[in-house]
């Protein structure tokens, strides 16, 4: 069978956007620091409560969901311009061509997602956007990515997931989805250790070209 979907994590996979997050932590938590370890290991991909109860541990529901509502606005209001992932922009204008499903599976919240694809200039590009914090369950929890195959109309044989974080990369591939681990932040042996099938720096990895071209059935090259 023939893939014709791909799932795309946002934060990290189709921008490098860690610096800005992990400003906007800093400033929540000033004067105690974030390391980019710690934001790395704890932090990226964790969906807002579960982050918060780590950084704010036994406080009040209330007092997590306020928090989190000003760490997300320090990072909104961080946001300008925004740089593609390299490869990003031909690889969407591929999948364009040859009719292949797109959609994009994160744990920001809408806003977020929204201003950062907007920023990108692809802010009309995916008819699907699947938002965690909206489910009953977000990442690593794999129903984002389900929920995501379901309103595509695929499967998961039929997919390939992009994902940078520990529970991204959990759960794509506990949705069944051979999932590629973008090395922003982690490295190989990290993501292959959550589930990735395989990894790559970004969307120009000429490995990368070649199986998709073998997996989709189109032709593909390095300039789109």
Known sequence: MRRDTLLFDLDGTMT??????????????????????????????????AIMEWMFPGRPVAEHEALSDRKERLFRSLVEHL??????????????????????????????AELMLAALGLGDRFPVLVIGD???RGKPDPLPYLTGLERLGSTPERALAFEDSRSGVRAAAAAGIETIGMRTSLDD?????????????????RDFLARLEADFGHPVSAAG
């Open 16 to 49: 490098d956007s860690d610096a800005l997050h992990i400003e906007a932590y800093r400033r929540i938590l000033a004067p105690a620091p974030l390391s980019v370890a710690d934001y790395r290991a704890k932090v990226m991909g964790a969906t807002n409560p």
């Open 83 to 112: 740089e593609p992932t390299p490869g990003l922009p031909a690889l969407l204008a591929w999948a364009g061509r040859h009719g292949i499903r797109v959609g994009v599976v994160t744990n920001a919240p809408r806003a977020n």
């Open 134 to 136: 909206e489910l009953a």
């Open 189 to 205: 042996a990290t993501l292959r250790q959550e589930g990735a099938a395989w990894t790559m720096d970004d969307f120009t990895d």
